[in-house]
């Protein structure tokens, strides 16, 4: 067994142990050893270790010291992922640590800059750069098959706030723990897409932010435009408004348009439209994405003595855009 085939995971309280990404199937689905889990929550660590045939920690420090294992995904509330990121870098152990690593970007850019100068091996997992979408969208652009870009829509609606009460993970309904709502939590996933289809740093030009469903103190729904010094105009359009919960279903939309095409995501694989044109392309057999693909990815290019898929600055750009976003909406 490689030593990235002996993983721990700190703070499973957080939803993205057993939901959504649900990070401790997907190891053991890659017959990854899973050495051992923790959280502050006595209940919680003990259920997520008896799920997954773990050993339970309440102390991250002292498993990690009993344990060793050679990688290690970080969870955890967004207002404890600095101290955990700091300790990480502190073992040289190499992890995978779940967005935004903080509720502030000037914490977040700090971390990141950190990480550069110890050469800490840490990965942000934006999923949405393995779909086929994203990477079709991606190559094509560079080929500058669209033709120039006018705009891109990225739109991810999900079911109520509810959701995290259920998914043992209520501090994501607290400003102070969490450090906001959709637009920290969903509209990352936007932000990093827009870097990584486009090849530009953009810039925030509007935003927009409403708690009217859920009245709560974090927003559930948010709308931020912004542009790329070439002129493209992203949309990144979150929310926590979907009416289906208890069905976890999603209203998105992905699309990139151009002068000569537009290519959209679909159900039924991607759609490219343009003046003489209008076809489907279907998806790809044993296509491999999403969280799944981020953890091959960390696992193979740890055994192959690689960097990380996507990187610290990655993910504080992405953070440093959230609060930009943040900035202004409030002034508006």
Known sequence: ???????????????HSTYDAAYLALLRELNVSIVGVSDPDPEIVQ????????????????MLKQTKPGFVIALGRHIDMPDIFRHLV??????????????????????????????AWVCAPFMTRYTQWAE????????????????????IIRPTMARYQ????PWML???QAGGGALLNLGAHGFDICRFITGEE?????????????????????HVTLRTPKGVIFHNEVGYTMPTWPRNLTDGERKVAGAKAILRDGADGLRLLGPDRDETIPPQQGYVGGYRRVLIECLARLDAGEP????????????????????????G
């Open 166 to 169: 259920v998914w043992d993970s």
């Open 202 to 222: 953009p810039s925030v030009i509007s935003a927009t932010l409403s708690n009217a469903v859920h009245g709560s103190e974090v927003e559930d729904y948010a």
């Open 308 to 331: 990380p898929p996507i990187t610290a600055q990655d993910c504080a750009r992405a953070v440093t855009l959230i609060h930009d976003a943040y900035r202004l909406a409030r002034l």
């Open 1 to 15: 067994m490689s030593t990235s085939q002996r993983a721990a995971v700190v703070g499973v309280g957080h939803w």
């Open 47 to 62: 259920d997520r270790a008896s799920q997954f045939g773990s050993e339970p920690f309440e102390d991250y420090r002292l």
């Open 90 to 119: 502190e073992t040289g152990i190499p992890f995978l640590m779940e967005k935004p690593w903080g509720v502030d970007d000037a914490t977040v850019r700090e971390l990141a800059e950190l990480a550069d100068r110890r050469g």
């Open 136 to 155: 079709t969208a991606q190559s094509m652009v560079a080929r500058n098959d669209l033709g120039a870009i006018s705009h891109i829509v990225f739109r």
């Open 174 to 176: 607290s400003k102070e």
